[in-house]
């Protein structure tokens, strides 16, 4: 039988990740515009209102559905604004292993907000879910990203060559693809020791009735 995560609301100070929602969809559709979402995933340039629906209301709840992944928005607490996404994917529940990646909007960036998101979410996986294997994957110049990754404590188990496609703009204002390496992270349970330290502390975990 395929195990699925629950609907989950997770807060910290600062932050509360929650399901996406249809109300989201302006500022997802701005976020996945930004030049450098762009440049280092593989989200369809231009990103529409109509790609962000779809998202929302079919490819999210299809993942979680069939136990692959989980996408959650990440908002300010005391705004309410969304201030990224941090999504699961590739999640195989026989090794309770799952990869983790996040965009944030460029408006949000230089607060900490990627590093505090991503721990509380990886604090929650392998305490709340039992899971024994976090992995994230950066590419090789993508050094916020990297910072991330370190800053949470994750460890680098080394490099995955030619095996990230990263985009740049071309002289006529397209993109066009170009490879990279990947540089993989892992976090298992005893490394989170510490990490909370250096970041805000997990406010607790709250069930959603309802995914949509």
Request: proline residues 4%.
């Amino acid at each position: 039988m395929t195990s699925t995560f629950p609907n989950i609301s997770i807060s910290t100070e600062r932050l509360v990740l929650r399901p996406l929602d249809e109300d989201d969809v302006p500022a997802l559709t701005e976020m996945m515009n930004d030049e450098q979402v762009a440049a280092w995933t593989d989200v369809p340039q231009p990103f529409t209102e109509d790609a962000a629906r779809v998202w929302i209301n079919e490819y999210a709840p299809t993942e979680r559905a069939a136990g692959r992944g989980l996408d959650l928005a990440v908002t300010e607490f005391l705004t309410q604004r969304l201030v990224g996404v941090i999504q699961l994917g590739k999640t195989n529940w026989h090794i309770r292993s799952t990869e983790l990646s996040y965009v944030i909007a460029p408006w949000a960036r230089g607060e900490g907000y990627a590093s505090e998101a991503a721990l509380v979410t990886a604090q929650w996986l392998l305490g709340d879910q039992k899971l024994e294997r976090v992995e994230l994957r950066t590419a090789a110049d993508n050094t916020a990203s990297q910072q991330v990754a370190q800053q949470i404590g994750c460890i680098s188990e080394g490099v995955l060559r030619n095996a990230c496609i990263a985009h740049v703009r071309t002289e006529d204002g397209t993109w066009t693809d170009v490879r990279t390496d990947f540089i993989v992270w892992s976090l298992l349970p005893e490394d989170l020791d510490g990490a909370g330290e250096q970041l805000a502390d997990t406010g607790g975990f709250t069930s959603y009735s309802d995914w949509n």
